[in-house]
């Protein structure tokens, strides 16, 4: 016990110096955490009363809390692919559920509003996982997605190695951080800024707003790999602009007819 005592201070300490790192070197942007942004930058802005929500892919996780629904009167229907993840939400989190596959579904353009957070990555398919959210809204109604980004380093690792293999590293060096990290197969299908906007609107779904982040805390826990990895990616948005977005939020507005002009990658 004395041991993971330890092993976890040093943690603590490598973590505090690669964030005075930041803090010190870098622009206030690359501080920017991405999940708190996208609740306060984009579902806030984007909720009413009486509004109806779908909330796509956060499962026992919902993205509004009851007493956020409650106060706006919302009617929020809980969409995932695993039953026992909606059934292990919060009890009135949701007022009904869908059990489907987002790249197979159809909807009957009911919604004002769906909420996709951290769930593209996880999908074989964005182009018809997009095609599926669409389906969801009415004209005029608002999606809006939160991405990890394909073209980072944790993404390409995470691409590489098996997921026996990532357990056990990230169990060994960071026990705390791995159940978050760990979870559903990841895909990263054209999961950039560029292609994300491209897809979207040969779905009918334009780009109404749109914000870069360039941070995450994968790798503060190890501080030789931190002050790599930024140097790596300040080097790199130097030659590929927002494609070297670690995540990014998006606001996407339904329109009709979808845009059917884009070509296939």
């Known amino acids: 016990m004395s041991g993971l005592r330890f092993l976890r201070q040093i943690f603590e300490a490598q973590i505090w110096v690669s964030s005075r790192f930041d803090r010190i070197f870098l622009p206030a942007e690359y501080k920017v955490d991405g999940n708190s942004s996208f609740d306060a930058e984009f579902i806030e802005p984007f909720l009413h009363c009486h509004a109806t929500v779908i909330d796509v892919g956060s499962g026992k996780r919902p993205a509004l809390a009851y007493g956020r629904k409650t106060s706006l009167k919302l009617n929020v229907i809980g969409f995932d692919v695993s039953r026992s993840e909606l059934n292990a939400a919060p009890p009135g989190c949701y007022d009904s559920t869908i059990c489907?596959?987002?790249?197979?579904?159809?909807?009957?353009?009911?919604?004002?509003?769906?909420?996709?957070?951290?769930?593209?990555e996880h999908v074989p398919d964005v182009d018809n996982a997009l095609r599926g959210i669409a389906s969801m809204l009415k004209p005029g109604g608002i999606a809006l997605v939160f991405v990890?980004?394909?073209?980072?380093?944790?993404?390409?690792?995470?691409?590489?190695?098996?997921?026996?293999?990532?357990r056990k590293l990230l169990y060994s060096l960071d026990p705390d951080h791995a159940p978050k990290v760990l979870g559903f197969r990841a895909y990263y299908d054209r999961c950039t800024p560029r292609k994300i906007v491209l897809l979207a609107k040969r779905n009918g779904l334009l780009l109404k707003k749109i914000r870069l982040y360039f941070y995450t805390g994968y790798f503060e826990f190890f501080t030789p790999l931190h002050l790599l990895w930024r140097l790596w990616q300040v080097a790199y948005r130097t030659l590929v602009n927002s494609e070297a977005a670690e995540s990014f939020s998006m606001a996407l507005q339904k329109v009709e007819p979808p845009e059917s002009s884009v070509k296939s990658f």
């Not at 596959?101 to 593209?120: H, M, N, P, R, W």
């Not at 990890?148 to 026996?164: D, G, S, Y």
């Open 148 to 166: 990890p980004c394909r073209n980072t380093l944790f993404a390409r690792l995470n691409l590489l190695l098996p997921q026996t293999l990532k």
């Open 100 to 120: 489907a596959d987002v790249t197979k579904f159809v909807g009957q353009e009911t919604a004002d509003l769906a909420i996709c957070s951290a769930l593209l």
